[in-house]
C-alpha cells in the first residue's frame, strides 16, 4: 500500500465538519490522490530546481510551481498562506506527518520545502472535503462517496485544473 495519509485523512475532515463520514473507498481514494499530487508538484519543482542551478528543493520553488499552476486567484492565495504559517509554526500545526510526506518525494527536498508542500497539500484536502460536502448536503447524506468526490472536484475549478489528466 505504500505510505499511507488514511488515518490523516479522516482527522482533517473531522476538524473540516464533524458531522460527515469518510468511507474507507474514498479514504483510498484521497491516499492516492495526495500521493499522485507531492509526486505531480514535486517532479514540476524539481524540474524548476535544475534550471536553476540547485540541488536541493526549497518552499519558494513549490511557492512559484503554486502561483505557476493556479496564477493570481483567492486558492492560491490560501494556499499560499496557510503553507506559509505551517513553515512558521515549523509544521507543527500539520495534521499530515511531513516525515510521511518526505518518503514520498523521490527528490532532495529542504525541511522547510516538505513543510510548506504538507501546508499546500492540507489546504487543498480542505477545499475537496468543502466541495464534496456541499455535494452531499444537496442530497441530504451525512457521508462523503466517491460520487460526491468526483462531483465535487468537477464543480471546482480550481481542483478539476489540478487533478486533470494533461
Known sequence: MG???GLFISRLSKTENDDFGVRKDLRDILD?????????LSSLAAGRV???GRILIRNDDYDMIIQEYFGEGPFERVIKKEA????????SDLVLPVSR???????KVAMSGLI?????LEQVLIEIFDQV?????KKNKK???LKDLWKGIKDDEELSRLFSHE
Open 133 to 137: 460536502i456541499v455535494v452531499s448536503k
Open 50 to 52: 535544475k534550471t536553476c
Open 143 to 145: 457521508s462523503m462517496t
Open 3 to 5: 505510505v499511507g495519509f
Open 32 to 40: 492516492d490522490l495526495i500521493m499522485k499530487l507531492i509526486k505531480k
Open 116 to 120: 510548506y508542500l504538507g501546508g499546500v
Open 101 to 107: 510526506i518526505k518518503r514520498c518525494v523521490n527528490e
Open 84 to 91: 506559509n504559517r505551517s513553515i512558521e509554526n515549523k509544521g
